[in-house]
């Protein structure tokens, strides 16, 4: 690949930069890099709302190379408001599609990147937000001719900025240069991309390659709470949405500062085993504490993934501009379900997860039901069932979601080889929020319970369906609330949704990553109220462990119902690989 065996370390020269940096500073910054790492790649960006001169760029250009870094072009689709025009409220200055001066520049400029270079990248700003009154016109117009009388943009931004991908930067950049491959970055909120116009389902049909954003910033002080499951996650479903053109992750430094947190973003990219790691970008990686600690474990990853295989899990599956219990698959990765995701329904797998966002399907329901019926094993989510109450899910499952809450901290979880009988009563530290699901019992079996004084309500719940199995989740009000359940409780829920005859028991907030070669690897977050902790890891038909890094071996505890059973330590931001020997 480069520099590292199993990826490519490229990284992205944002055009203020590009517009002014000299030579001499260039040579000075290129120095701090090689210091610490390696940069295979460069994205050398001529626009983000002024464009750099040609011989800017030309002179960056040759820079690299001679330090044998590869150049590709980079685009940033925002702009000041043109000369003499009003302004108009746009959310970081992205373009307006209804203004002809701004579109008329976005073609000007991907033709001048396309001249440029054969290949280049759009950073993740080519949305739209804009709601002047020429936007609302328009989507109005549109809605109209559609029949759309709920007001809403999605439609609309869906099919704008289809015909601006291809109007104004595919065809004025190929016409300048046929050669040029363009590829297109998606950012890391992909539960809104249809509300701003993002459009995978139709922009994968016109762009050459896809990029996934993996960036998770601090978990609590910033506003877009993305679960840092999500780095890995986002990449497996734009994998399998278009198999080998997922570029590669980006990630960056932003809205954080604890080292930790910055590199639990690269490792959790390099987990879903990409093609590329971007770190964006070149000027803020420059000076910072963070990139000499990413050189250190760029070749440790490096290492580790040489014994990796394919990333395999429990399939989630996330329809096309799907939108519901947003990130709810990433908790469920941060709870040691090795959850991977998809935009298409899995039908030629044994288990899978279903959110909320499945109900956009709207045949979700006559896919499921014959999946079930030849012994498939769903775990579904109570807003699942929310969402299909009145579109035939009373076909699967005696439950029935009153709309109630309740708090509880004790628990019954029922032990998987002794139903009704051999169950253990634990606690929560806090008492966690849930919604009721109601069933009639014996149609409907609850496994794991919470309990209030005489009444206990379920949160894993049991029906079955032909030869298979629908298993119902009552996902707490907050999706953190998760990491709250005791780890019986947790491990229950892994029990039944082994991947590769492997699952983990143990608290929250360590994940679990398995792999097609029989590995796997665990990794526990660096978080608060983490500590090192002792993990039991189950494996069927296992003989032993062995670490290929180390040459390390290791015997099970004990074995029992045909499983191996290992302890493992689990130190906060320690990964850790083990092939599985039979």
């Not at 701003?196 to 954003?213: C, H, M, S, V, W």
């Not at 998987?416 to 008492?431: I, L, V």
Request: charged content about 25%; overall charge negative; hydrophobic content about 35%.
């Amino acid at each position: 690949m480069g520099n590292y065996r199993n990826f490519t370390l490229a990284t992205y020269f944002v055009a203020h930069a590009a517009a002014r940096v000299t030579a001499k500073e260039l040579e000075k910054q290129l120095a701090f890099f090689e210091r610490y790492l390696k940069i295979d790649k460069v994205y050398l960006e001529p626009w983000r709302g002024e464009l750099a001169s040609h011989e800017q760029i030309e002179m960056i250009r040759d820079i690299l190379h001679a330090h044998g870094i590869t150049v590709a072009g980079g685009l940033t689709t925002v702009i000041p408001t043109p000369e003499g025009d009003a302004p108009k409220q746009r959310l970081f200055d992205t373009f307006c599609y209804n203004d002809a001066k701004m579109r008329a520049k976005l073609k000007e400029v991907s033709a001048f990147i396309g001249a440029h270079f054969d290949e280049f990248i759009i950073d993740d700003f080519f949305f739209s937000n804009c709601s002047c009154s020429d936007c609302m016109r328009e989507k109005k117009r549109f809605n109209e001719l559609h029949g759309i009388k709920d007001g809403s943009w999605q439609a609309y931004r869906l099919d704008l900025l289809r015909r601006v991908s291809e109007e104004d930067i595919i065809s004025p950049a190929k016409a300048a240069n046929p050669k040029c491959r363009i590829t297109i970055k998606y950012p890391n909120w992909a539960e809104s991309y249809q509300e701003t116009g993002y459009n995978p389902a139709d922009q994968r049909k016109l762009f050459d390659e896809i990029y996934t954003g993996t960036e998770t910033r601090d978990p609590v002080t910033t506003d877009q709470h993305l679960p840092r499951y999500l780095s890995f996650s986002l990449m497996t479903y734009f994998e399998n949405m278009w198999p080998a053109h997922n570029g590669g992750g980006w990630f960056d430094p932003f809205d954080m500062h604890i080292t930790e947190h910055y590199l639990e973003q690269v490792y959790l990219t390099a987990f879903s085993r990409p093609r590329e790691l971007m770190m964006f970008c070149f000027q803020a990686m420059y000076d910072n504490k963070f990139t000499p600690s990413l050189g250190f474990e760029l070749e440790k990853l490096d290492e580790l993934l040489d014994h990796a295989g394919k990333p395999e899990g429990i399939p989630c599956y996330l329809p096309d501009n799907s939108q519901g219990e947003d990130n709810i698959q990433d908790f469920l990765g941060m709870c040691g379900l090795p959850v991977i995701c998809t935009p298409y329904f899995p039908e030629d797998v044994r288990t899978m997860l279903l959110t909320k966002a499945a109900a956009y399907d709207p045949q979700i329901l006559e896919k499921l039901e014959p999946w079930l019926e030849k012994g498939g094993k769903a775990l579904v989510t109570t807003g699942f069932h929310e969402a299909l109450a009145d579109r035939g899910i009373y076909a699967l499952s005696s439950i029935r979601m009153p709309g109630r809450s309740i708090t509880a901290s004790r628990y019954r979880v029922e032990s998987k080889y002794g139903r009704g009988a051999r169950c253990t009563f634990p606690y929560s530290e806090k008492a966690i929020s849930i919604p009721v699901a109601e069933f009639r019992n014996n149609s409907t079996w609850a496994v794991v319970k919470a309990s209030r004084d005489e009444e206990s309500f379920g949160i894993l719940l049991q029906d079955c369906v032909g030869k298979g199995q629908l298993w119902t989740l009552a996902v707490p009000d907050a999706f953190p609330d998760l990491y709250r359940l005791p780890s019986e409780a947790l491990s229950r829920i892994r029990e039944e949704f082994p991947v590769k005859g492997i699952w983990l028991e143990g608290p929250a907030r360590v994940s679990l990553f398995v792999y097609d070669n029989d590995s796997f690897m665990l990794y526990p977050y660096v978080m608060e109220d983490v500590q090192r902790t002792i993990v039991r890891v189950h494996v069927k038909d296992a003989s032993a462990l062995y670490e290929p890094v180390s040459g390390r071996e290791l015997k099970p505890l004990f074995e029992a119902n045909g499983e191996a059973v290992f302890e493992l330590p689990a130190m906060p931001g320690k990964y850790t690989l083990f092939s599985v020997r039979r």
